[in-house]
């Protein structure tokens, strides 16, 4: 399958539980966190984002959290579906040069 | 309708040769990208496009020229590929403080 030799964080779930993915980044001067997924021949695609002047956002079926203490983020998938597999990536940014630092990616693989 | 559209898709060359990748955002967005992402998965930033000004360029070997004509546009110019070259090449753009957008990638591959 896709995942072998890729080395990613993976996480399989079953369809209709609650998806936990963290991420953890080191700039502390990072004010600005995007969460995005990435299916298969695809770009990365925008699920949600987040400022550093707050600690929770909702949008449908995801919430992400940031705790800037330990510098960590994380993305919370209600009732996740098959079509919630793909590789998710967090991503951040600081500083004046607009650049767009990305995590590692993790694999979800939702089962039926 | 398509948001950021790169060109070609699909690439595949000789060692050697000189390439041109091409991307295209009809967002209005001032800042344009090119990332690089390996066969794990990983997303690397290679240049950033500010207003048709370079404002991050990330170790990436003189080989790789990027050119931006207008801020609607960035391409990517490789010379002399190698086999270390191939990945997927995304193009991306955003506003000046705000989420970026991704075109769907160009699968370089160099034999």
């Known amino acids: 399958g896709e995942s072998v030799g890729l080395h990613l964080p993976t996480l399989s779930v079953q369809e209709g539980d609650n998806s936990i993915i963290n991420c953890a980044y080191s700039?502390?001067?990072?004010?600005?966190f995007i969460w995005y997924k990435q299916e298969s021949g695809k770009g990365p695609q925008f699920i949600i984002d987040?400022?550093?002047?707050?600690d929770k956002r909702q949008g449908q079926r995801v919430t992400v959290l940031l705790n800037k203490t330990v510098k960590h983020l994380s993305l919370q998938i209600a009732a996740t579906q098959p079509g919630d597999s793909a590789v998710y990536f967090c991503?951040?940014?600081?500083?004046?040069?607009?650049?767009?630092?990305f995590g590692k990616g993790t694999l979800l693989t939702v089962n039926p | 309708d398509t948001a950021v559209s790169q060109t070609p898709k699909y690439l595949v060359t000789q060692m050697g040769n000189d390439k041109s990748i091409k991307c295209e955002q009809n967002?209005?967005?001032?800042?344009m990208y090119w990332y690089k992402q390996d066969s794990k998965k990983f997303l690397k930033i290679m240049f950033s496009?500010?207003?048709?000004?370079?404002?991050i360029n990330e170790t990436v070997p003189n080989r790789f020229s990027p050119k931006s004509p207008d801020k609607a546009h960035l391409n990517l110019h490789i010379n002399s590929l190698e086999l270390g070259d191939s990945a997927v090449y995304f193009c991306?753009?955003?506003?000046?403080?705000?989420?970026?957008?991704f075109g769907q990638g160009t699968r370089l591959t160099v034999v």
């Open positions: 967002l209005g967005h001032d800042t």
């Open positions: 987040i400022r550093s002047n707050m």
């Open positions: 700039n502390s001067a990072s004010d600005y």
């Open positions: 991306a753009s955003s506003p000046r403080t705000g989420s970026a957008f």
């Open positions: 991503a951040d940014r600081g500083g004046s040069n607009y650049k767009l630092t």
């Open positions: 496009y500010n207003n048709k000004e370079l404002i």
